[in-house]
Every structure is written in C-alpha cells, then in structure tokens.
C-alpha cells in the first residue's frame, strides 16, 4: 500500500525556519517523484516544488524560488522541505504528493494527509 | 506566465451531468490531470492524462481537451460528488487551476 506521512509543521514567525519531512513507503524513488503541494486554509492549491529524479535542477514555484530547498534521503525513503524566512503568505498545510512518473512532467496519485504551518508573530 | 481558468462554482442536478471546464492557451496540447478535493481531505486523482481514469474511479468520470478548453463530465451526479474540482498541467513547472465548487441539487 502506497503511504505518504508529512510531518514537522507547527508554529513559526514571521523570517524563521522550518523542515518538512515526508516519508514515503510502498514504492521507491526509483519509480515515482515526489512533489510538495501547499494549500492555505478556505483556498485553493498550489504547487510548491519537485524533486528531480533525473539528477537536474529541482523545481520551484516562484513564490517559494531561494527560500524553500527540496532534498531526499533515499535510505530512509524520505523527501524534504526546508523552509526559510518564512512569510504570513507561508501559511497553509503542506501536503507531500507521489508523481505517477519519476518525472517532474506528472500527475499526482497519491497524497499525504498534510502537515500545516502557521507563520504568525 | 501561464494561466488555467476554472468557473468558480457549478451546480448540477441529482442524476445530471456536470461538466467543470479548465482553460488555458492552447491547452488542447498538453496533459490535463483533474483532481477532487471534499472538506478536510486530501485531494484525490480522478482524471489524468486528459481521459484516463485510475483504478477505483467510477466510469461516471470522464475527461476530454481540445483547442483551448479541458473538461471534466460527472455523469449521473451524486450527493457524494460534491466537492472542490483542481485540474492541473505542467508549463516548466506544475500548475493547479483555481478550483470549481460542484454543488449537486
């Protein structure tokens, strides 16, 4: 069974860091990309950033674009986020999203429940 | 930049079709994928690759693309198909569109 499990949201102000986990099982960063999806609370989503699986540049939104690093750690079946100098903007449940290629071109088949992250003062 | 326009709101009868457009220039080129989204859930695949449905998705779901127009069609609407619709396309990078309320009447 395919599971993807976000963790490491919480609170933060405004210019302060944080780390998004992902941990993936029931298929392999060979086969499928992962991609963090970001929805603010009573809004729709936006796509945030991919890591490429083909040993290019990752991908990111411009919103997030020098702030936001992606990184994986195959070993340990786990996709990461870096979140620095946070905005009230930033606001919203992060969801990690499996790719149905292991591309960045992909749709998206199977989702995380979600970490949200508050960037308040 | 690229851009996908979605009606924010469409209602449907019970038993009736709905249909949830997503435009965008010269969208008829690219892959549409099309997602559903209920109240606090993630979002769900419905549609991908323009008019593939995955494994567990009913027939009643079917999608299509052309010139500047994607569509999603909800056959014979049901209470349970009430939700938030996203499609999404890659343009160098991935794009959502606004969303579409689907209300069932």
């Known amino acids: 069974e395919v599971q993807l499990v976000e963790s490491g949201g919480g609170v933060v102000r405004p210019g302060g860091s944080l780390r998004l986990s992902c941990t993936v099982s029931?298929?392999?960063?060979?086969?499928?990309?992962v991609n963090w999806v970001r929805q603010a609370p009573g809004k729709g989503l936006e796509w945030v950033s991919g890591?490429?699986?083909?040993?290019?540049?990752?991908a990111y939104a411009d919103s997030v674009k020098g702030r936001f690093t992606i990184s994986r750690d195959k070993a340990r079946n786990a996709l990461y986020l870096q979140m620095n100098s946070l905005r009230d903007e930033d606001t919203a449940f992060y969801y990690c999203?499996?790719?149905?290629?292991?591309?960045?071109?992909?749709?998206?088949?199977?989702w995380g429940q979600g970490t949200l992250v508050t960037v308040s003062s | 930049s690229y851009d996908l326009t979605q009606p924010l709101s469409v209602s449907v009868a019970l038993g009736q079709t709905a249909r949830i457009t997503c435009g965008g220039d010269?969208?008829?080129?690219?892959?549409v994928h099309w997602y559903q989204q209920k109240p606090g859930q993630a979002p769900l695949l419905v549609i991908y690759?323009?008019?593939n449905r995955p494994s567990g998705i009913p027939e009643r779901f079917s999608g299509s693309n052309s010139g500047n127009t994607a569509t999603l069609t909800i056959s014979r609407a049901q209470v349970g198909d009430e939700a938030d619709y996203y499609c999404?396309?890659?343009?160098?990078?991935?794009?959502f569109g606004g969303g579409t309320k689907v209300t069932v009447l």
């Open positions: 890591f490429n699986w083909n040993d290019g540049p990752n």
């Open positions: 690759r323009n008019n």
């Open positions: 029931g298929f392999t960063f060979d086969d499928n990309g």
């Open positions: 010269k969208i008829g080129i690219k892959n």
């Open positions: 999404q396309v890659w343009d160098s990078r991935t794009l």
């Open positions: 999203a499996r790719a149905g290629l292991a591309s960045l071109d992909s749709w998206f088949d199977s």
